[in-house]
């Protein structure tokens, strides 16, 4: 598999992906447990390859967030483990009747759901990803072209070899998955509209906008994580800071944590104090607006460039607004599209804001670091999606299938109908 070229393996991806689209849910079950037992076996050697990146990491200072990200260790493996078990129990979401309508007698129409294809994944220096994505193609029937950030370079190769070796002996085609190990084979990938269906990327926003103006292949994800989490006047305390410290601070180099918190200034005097006291004993470095270093001392200035940072750091950045109509205009123009939580006991107030807030996730009294593919239920997540076709929010099995329409009739011509011969019944099947 790695003599390949990339034309090489798009097209023998090409070429599994038309097998996995009839592979049963059996196989593909047996297929997952198979790539967990022997990454659990084989977790040693793993463990070896991650030290081996996250030193050379080190050697040529990568940036701590970064570090965090390339771990890949036996919190990281129960983890993604987690994640296959649960996807063996999930439904196959393959071959599922979508819609049924009967044109005619005799003629039936049925809208059943497919995979897409060949997915071109690439992604940041988070070795876990790498399974979480291969695992939802195999379940989902597609096959994959991966290619991980440089850093994670041994680790994913060992992850790939492991996941090919496992799913080969349950019967899946070899070259369903492939590891891609060059910038120089990226190029090549975005030139591939006949052989990739969609392209994944994740990473910075500049990074994604490269990917999109610069491939004709379909782009699906997202660019920045610029999370808010917005404590409303009618908040309770205590919730309040345990949330937005949650969402900042339990895990800082991910794009579901939030970079800024909104806070009325109804409740400033009595909410700030606690709360910048909560996040700095986090080891949280606080920056505020004015209104905000007004109330609390000691805090750094947060301006307009910080409104629009994200920081996947120790850092937030808090500011004081005048009503919830200045918050979700700001959330709206400085925000990602990603995801954005409201603290309130005041559920008609949590509606009116979940409801013009423009993101993908919106979230009432909890963490925004729930928005997550795994903790929705999904098994995993290839990414998250901040656009508003195909899918949004979490990417998990279904944002990965398409559908067809079938057919099926008994001779029938479009000319009986067009000369009125015969007439369209259109009745939904399996309804009275």
């Given at each position: ?187 090549e990938m975005l030139a591939m509209d006949n052989e990739i269906d969609l392209l994944i990327p994740r990473g ?229």
């Amino acid at each position: 598999m790695k003599n390949l070229s990339i034309l090489e393996a798009a097209r023998g991806a090409r070429k599994a992906s038309i097998e996995m689209a009839s592979i049963q849910g059996s196989v593909k079950n047996n297929a997952l447990k198979a790539v967990a037992a022997l990454l659990n076996e084989k977790k040693e050697e793993i463990f070896k390859a991650n030290s081996m990146d996250i030193q050379a990491a080190k050697e040529s200072g990568v940036a701590s967030p970064l570090l965090k990200r390339l771990k890949f260790d036996q919190a990281k493996l129960d983890g993604v483990l987690d994640g296959i078990n649960t996807l063996t129990s999930l439904d196959d979401p393959s071959g599922m009747i979508k819609l049924a309508i009967q044109l005619d007698t005799g003629l039936d129409l049925y809208r059943v759901s497919c995979p897409i294809g060949v997915i071109g994944m690439i992604f940041e220096s988070r070795p876990d990803a790498l399974v979480q994505i291969s695992t939802l193609c195999l379940k989902s029937g597609n096959a994959v072209l991966l290619k991980g950030g440089k850093e994670a370079f041994e680790t994913n190769r060992i992850l790939t070899r492991i996941i090919a070796e496992a799913t080969a002996r349950e019967g899946i085609p070899s070259n369903w998955i492939f590891n891609v190990e060059t910038r120089e084979e990226v190029a090549e990938m975005l030139a591939m509209d006949n052989e990739i269906d969609l392209l994944i990327p994740r990473g910075s926003n500049e990074f994604v906008r490269y990917i999109m103006d610069n491939s004709r292949i379909p782009v699906m994800g997202h660019a920045d994580g610029i999370c808010h989490t917005y404590i409303h006047k009618d908040a309770d305390v205590d919730m309040a800071v345990s949330v937005a410290v949650d969402s900042k601070a339990q895990y800082v180099a991910v794009c579901n944590a939030t970079e800024t918190i909104l806070m009325d200034a109804d409740v400033a005097e009595k909410i700030l104090p606690p709360l910048v006291h909560s996040l700095q004993g986090s080891g949280v470095h606080v920056k505020g607006c004015e209104k905000t270093r007004s109330i609390v001392d000691g805090l750094d200035s947060a301006a307009g460039e910080d409104w629009a940072t994200e920081y996947l750091d120790m850092i937030v950045s808090i500011r004081i607004v005048n009503s919830m109509d200045d918050a979700i205009e700001h959330i709206n123009r400085y925000g990602s599209g990603h995801t954005d939580a409201i603290i309130t006991e005041d559920r008609s107030a949590a509606e009116f804001f979940m409801n013009r807030v423009d993101s993908a996730n919106v979230f009432h009294n909890c963490s925004t670091r729930f928005s997550d593919g795994f903790r929705y239920g999904f098994g995993a997540e290839v990414g998250i999606s901040t656009g508003k076709l195909h899918a949004r929010g979490p990417v998990g099995l279904e944002g990965l299938m398409t559908y067809k329409y079938k057919l099926y009739g008994h001779g029938q011509i479009v000319a009986d109908y067009a000369s009125g011969k015969r007439k369209f019944t259109h009745k939904p099947i399996g309804k009275d």
